[in-house]
């Protein structure tokens, strides 16, 4: 049966599917007790979070059949426009914090983003939560800037209390540009980019 949390095997990544749902749930929940993670107050229904999330872009840190962490992304618009530009949540079991699951996920989104042409991942992150802004930055993300008292939070153990929020970004270097040989696939990618999925699906990281 799965654990969540456990960290002793090797860690892969996999595209996250219904059957992660349970522990992926339970993450989000330690995620929103914690205060620092998210305004939500209760996790989504699979079904919900099936919808609003882009298929392509969605994946789990695993520890043999255990559930480390979660990424996945969501459109910002319905606009033309903004097609290339997601919105990231990613979570890590408490159990598994500072192993590199976040930077492990972080590096699967980028890496299935860029091929599926996306030029935008963001995220709006509360300054008091000190290690996801450290993660992102390190993962190539940068600071936009500070919306000061954009919501209130709806429950859990800051019930009532408004809340700044850091919004972060990481434009893709690649997306969107010229590049030498002049050809380029959807969104400006080169149109020999091979998709990351096979090697996501199957990459390996030995835990410290």
Request: aromatic share 8%.
């Amino acid at each position: 049966m799965t654990r969540t949390g456990e960290t002793s095997y090797d860690r892969a990544v996999a595209p996250l599917v219904w059957t992660h749902w349970p522990h992926v749930e339970a993450i989000w929940r330690a995620g929103i007790k914690g205060g620092h993670a998210t305004f939500e107050a209760e996790p989504p229904t699979w079904d919900a979070f099936d919808a609003g999330r882009l298929p392509g872009q969605r994946w789990v840190a695993l520890a043999g059949d255990v559930v480390l962490g979660w990424v996945a992304a969501s459109p910002t618009s319905n606009r033309p426009a903004y097609a290339g530009v997601v919105e990231h949540s990613v979570y890590v079991a408490p159990s598994a914090a500072g192993r590199g699951v976040g930077r492990l996920l972080l590096d699967a989104l980028v890496a299935s983003t860029e091929y599926a042409g996306i030029w935008t991942i963001q995220s709006a992150i509360f300054p008091e939560n000190v290690a996801s802004l450290a993660l992102h930055r390190a993962a190539g993300f940068r600071e936009i800037g500070r919306r000061e008292r954009v919501a209130r939070m709806p429950g859990g153990p800051l019930a009532g209390v408004w809340r700044d929020t850091i919004l972060v970004e990481r434009r893709s270097g690649a997306v969107g540009r010229n590049f030498p040989d002049g050809v380029t696939g959807p969104f400006g990618r080169p149109s020999s980019s091979t998709p990351p999925a096979e090697s996501l699906a199957s990459s390996r990281r030995s835990s410290p």
